[in-house]
């Protein structure tokens, strides 16, 4: 038997001294599978599960199925877990995730609880809603729909962008802040019990695709605000384009990123990021930096 992407799971179970605290991977060595030269030749899992503590996964998807790669996150409550995107690839046949994180979750720290499962995104673009049809219809299961008023509706803010607010998953509160500018229903998600901060697309070690460039720098600037009242221990975006020399980034369809950046980003990215939207200016430019690129479009 192959045990593929559960032997991580396997492994802790069997030998997990349960001291959760120490147990946090450490995100800035952890090897994620980057693809192949030839894809008919990779044996990787169509995604990759990685536990991160007791509650909280971070999933990628094979660059063999699509060159997006994007990174999908779990994080479990005591009455609910969210999931944050679902991907570049409808097929289940090709892309199980909805068997994935069932999985998961009937695994994780709440096993006898039926979790009901939300299902949100960073933000409407097709490599990270691709799958959501395999979560539609399921039960005890919602699936957020893509468009801001969806959002605003769900997660009950009133003052798009600028209100950040808390949704509860049961004794663990996540803080969702709307980060429009990427794309116009971009959010980033804050979880103050491992303070990581997921920025989706609108930071992440690769090209940083700006629509709207006056709500992108708004929207960098209310982070960084944000940043300043809480403590941030790693920025997670959902791609890794850039290579591990600074400046060089992979071109857009690469399939096999054997050098790749690291996927977890810090504060002095954010401000790095922020104070060159600053001396830009009005104008939308790209620039490049050694861990991202500034790369409007339209
Ligand atoms: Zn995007
Ligand atoms: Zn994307």
């Given at each position: 038997m192959k045990l593929g992407p559960y032997k991580f799971l396997l492994a802790f179970v069997l030998f997990c001294s349960c001291d959760y605290s120490e147990k946090d991977i450490i995100l800035d060595t952890q090897k994620w599978i980057h693809g192949s030269e030839n894809c008919e030749e990779n044996s990787d899992p169509a995604i990759q599960i990685v536990q991160y503590n007791d509650d909280t996964w971070i999933l990628r998807q094979n660059k063999c199925t699509n060159y997006e790669a994007p990174f999908m996150f779990l994080f479990l409550g005591e009455k609910k877990a969210l999931l944050m995107d679902t991907g570049a690839t409808a097929d289940e046949n090709i892309f199980p995730l909805y068997k994935t994180v069932k999985k998961i979750i009937s695994a994780g720290?709440?096993?006898?609880k039926d979790l009901e499962l939300i299902v949100a995104h960073t933000h409407k673009h097709g490599d990270h809603y691709a799958a959501d049809a395999q979560f539609d219809?399921?039960?005890n299961t919602s699936l957020i729909g893509l468009e801001v008023a969806d959002i605003k509706a769900f997660f009950k803010?009133?003052?798009?962008?600028d209100q950040i607010v808390d949704f509860d998953l049961g004794n663990r509160k996540m803080i969702i802040i709307p980060i429009p500018g990427?794309?116009?229903?971009s959010i980033a998600i804050y979880d103050p019990s491992t303070k990581i901060l997921l920025t989706g697309d609108s930071l992440y070690p690769g090209r940083l695709y700006v629509k709207n460039w006056a709500a992108y720098k708004r929207s960098i600037e209310r982070l960084v605000e944000f940043t300043d009242t809480n403590n941030i221990s790693a920025i997670l975006g959902n791609h890794i384009e850039m290579s591990r020399k600074p400046g060089i980034d992979y071109p857009i369809?690469?399939?096999?990123?054997?050098?790749e950046h690291q996927l977890p980003l810090n504060i002095k990215h954010l401000k790095e990021l922020s104070n060159a939207l600053t001396k830009l200016g009005d104008q939308p430019q790209m620039e490049i930096h050694d861990s991202f690129i500034i790369y409007p479009i339209d």
């Open positions: 720290p709440n096993k006898n219809g399921k039960p803010i009133s003052n798009w962008p990427h794309e116009a229903s369809q690469t399939i096999y990123q054997p050098e």
